[in-house]
């Protein structure tokens, strides 16, 4: 159990890939803290599967484009688990719609920067102070942040491609005391996500198209985000990797 002994948060932590990445850590040993922001029950059945396997975790509600909200999750992480905070997943984020730069207007443009982008750095900020040596932050960029993403996600993958420069950017502040900041860039992983905002008949082409011939899964998203937060990738920071099947090479 690699991170036994850990405390870690995880932002959309509920579902999908948030709720993968929480189980995974919980298995290595750390104590999950699981952020989630308008569906407790779903929140609530991955903490039953980390308990009923043996872990440990509390869930807590907030959105974290807020950053009182942000503060507040920090707060009851400590309250429950102890003064720091080892590890930070920032997996919340979305597409929220697929529109054309004639549909949108800048407040929709606002609003899926502060989603992708400004929450990061908000969920950031408050953990930063409670983060000992040898912390890890894995953040979520997307394969759109590489190739600009498919039809009407361009504002998306714009804040994913800013999630990638702020990665390397953290990292080079928080490496003189001893603090890593990665990112993973997934590419079409089955998930709500892609139920929701990808035609099946894309999902099958991108599919046929990527050199494995199908989608990836949430848990092989989770197993790379378990190997950064581990100390077995203590001398990797600032990398954006690519989780795609072979789909793009960066």
Excluded: W
């Excluded at 059945?45 to 509390?58: F, Q």
């Excluded at 899926?112 to 000992?132: D, G, H, Q, R, Y």
Aim: net charge neutral; with cysteine.
């Amino acid at each position: 159990m690699s991170l036994k002994g850990k405390v870690a948060i995880v932002t959309g932590g509920g579902r999908d890939i948030g709720r993968a990445v929480s189980i995974k850590l919980a298995k290595e040993g750390a104590k999950v803290v699981v952020n989630y922001f308008d569906n407790k029950e779903e929140a609530e059945t991955t903490k039953s599967i980390i308990e009923e396997a043996g872990g440990s975790a509390i869930i807590v509600q907030g959105d974290m484009t807020k950053q009182i909200e942000a503060e507040n999750l920090v707060k009851e992480a400590r309250k429950v688990f102890g003064n720091e905070i080892h590890i930070l997943v920032n997996v919340a984020g979305g597409l929220v719609a697929r529109k054309t730069i004639e549909e949108m207007d800048v407040e929709f443009f606002n609003n899926l920067i502060t989603l992708n982008l400004t929450s990061v750095f908000l969920v950031t900020k408050a953990v930063k102070p409670f983060m000992p040596e040898g912390g890890s932050i894995i953040n979520f960029a997307s394969q759109a942040g590489r190739d600009g993403g498919g039809p009407g996600a361009a504002v998306y993958a714009t804040a994913k491609g800013g999630v990638m420069t702020y990665t390397r950017a953290l990292a080079k502040e928080f490496g003189p005391q001893k603090i890593r900041v990665n990112s993973v860039c997934p590419g079409m992983i089955a998930t709500t996500f892609h139920d929701t905002f990808t035609k099946d008949q894309v999902r099958t082409n991108v599919a046929a198209a990527t050199p494995l011939k199908r989608e990836g899964e949430a848990k092989e998203v989770a197993d790379l985000v378990g190997y950064l937060a581990s100390d077995e990738s203590s001398f990797m920071t600032g990398t954006n990797i690519d989780i795609n099947g072979g789909l793009l090479f960066s």
